[in-house]
Nanobody, 120 residues
Framework: VQLQASGGGLVQPGGSLRLSCTASGFNLDYYHTGWFRQAPGKEREGIAYISSRDGAYYADSVKGRFAISRIVAENTVYLQMNNLRPSDTGVYFC???????????????WGQGTQVTVSS
């Protein structure tokens, strides 16, 4: 039972990347799923979430540039990242999450991080 995150890399400002979060050993579409990132010297922050009913939610810092989606047949959640900025640099993680009135919270299953570097 695990999540596998992939798709990071080095990209120039204004470029795009698509991250993948693939589950093995369980059906990811039964779970709310989130993408988090940790910039150098900063705390991990949640940036995008997709509910089990495919509702999408975004942090203000990525709204309008990033899109989260899932393909059930692939047991995968994607994060399409467009118009990338140097401030998007960091290690990106996916995780299953729970939702309550205070927001989204990791619920225990994490993928390993994938590095995204935005630099010219």
């Amino acid at each position: 039972v695990q999540l596998q995150a992939s798709g990071g890399g080095l990209v120039q400002p204004g470029g795009s990347l698509r991250l993948s979060c693939t589950a093995s050993g369980f059906n990811l579409d039964y779970y709310h799923t989130g993408w988090f990132r940790q910039a150098p010297g900063k705390e991990r922050e949640g940036i995008a979430y997709i509910s089990s009913r495919d509702g999408a939610y975004y942090a203000d810092s990525v709204k309008g540039r990033f899109a989260i989606s899932r393909i059930v047949a692939e047991n995968t959640v994607y994060l399409q990242m467009n118009n990338l900025r140097p401030s998007d640099t960091g290690v990106y993680f996916c995780a299953t999450v729970d939702s309550d009135p205070s927001g989204w919270h990791p619920s225990g299953r994490w993928g390993q991080g994938t590095q995204v570097t935005v630099s010219s």
